[in-house]
T-cell receptor, first 117, second 116 residues
Framework: GAVVSQHPSWVICKSGTSVKIECRSL??????MFWYRQFPKQSLMLMAT?????????EQGVEKDKFLINHASLTLSTLTVTSAHPEDSSFYIC?????????????FGPGTRLTVL | AQSVSQHNHHVILSEAASLELGCNYS??????LFWYVQYPGQHLQLLLK??????LVKGIKGFEAEFIKSKFSFNLRKPSVQWSDTAEYFC??????????????FGTGTLLAVQP
């Protein structure tokens, strides 16, 4: 149990276009989902925390108008990179927890590699 | 700001050697601690976690970690590594703000290569 999927697994787009990445919890309800960004040979950096039915909470330095997050249901969160530029190229990973608060394990998706030309 | 340090970026061991990966964090309050592993081409998986109680935590695949509060450390150990342990290992800390959040802060990762 506790499987998280992401779609697509990789995407290449032209500069200036928008890209949507989906994160789904397949066998549990995820009241909280997290979006991370991972640069080559670096750690995962938390971008935002997404709670079902409410606005996402963004980390300092993350542009909320550029990285739109929607958590419309208990099994789906989406990250839209708007007007993508080459510097947005990265590996985007989502995770989900079963309960909204408190110490809990996060279950990670396989990641989406975005390349912006 | 809170941070997590993993001092070893690359570790190369022979099979059957013992492993210890260091992890230190900077946060003065209560924390929950995790070690995640990422095998080549796969997603992050939980190795073990510490929330409270016995500071020596046992995880999957023979791994264990010890929380030493006075040293702000949570080092990962395995007495005898196998080739299949080749992976990247991430230490992560969840500051416990009285249950108000479950945000994870990751270390930079340690790439372990085990030679057969």
């Amino acid at each position: 149990g506790a499987v998280v999927s992401q779609h697509p697994s990789w995407v290449i787009c032209k500069s200036g276009t928008s890209v949507k990445i989906e994160c789904r919890s397949l066998d549990f309800q995820a009241t909280t989902m997290f979006w991370y960004r991972q640069f080559p040979k670096q750690s995962l950096m938390l971008m935002a925390t997404s709670n079902e039915g409410s606005k996402a909470t963004y980390e300092q330095g993350v542009e909320k108008d550029k990285f739109l997050i929607n958590h419309a249901s208990l099994t789906l969160s989406t990250l839209t990179v708007t007007s993508a530029h080459p510097e947005d190229s990265s590996f985007y990973i989502c995770s989900a927890t079963r309960v909204p608060r408190g110490p809990n394990e996060q279950f990670f998706g396989p990641g989406t590699r975005l390349t912006v030309l | 700001a809170q941070s997590v340090s993993q001092h070893n970026h690359h570790v190369i061991l022979s099979e059957a050697a013992s492993l210890e990966l260091g992890c230190n964090y900077s946060y003065g309050g209560t924390v929950n601690l995790f070690w995640y592993v990422q095998y080549p081409g796969q997603h992050l998986q939980l190795l073990l976690k510490y929330f409270s109680g016995d500071p020596l935590v046992k995880g999957i695949k023979g791994f264990e970690a010890e929380f030493i509060k006075s040293k702000f450390s949570f080092n990962l150990r395995k007495p005898s590594v196998q080739w299949s342990d080749t992976a990247e290992y991430f230490c992560a800390v969840m500051p416990n703000y009285g249950g108000a959040t479950n945000k994870l802060i990751f270390g930079t990762g340690t790439l372990l290569a085990v030679q057969p």
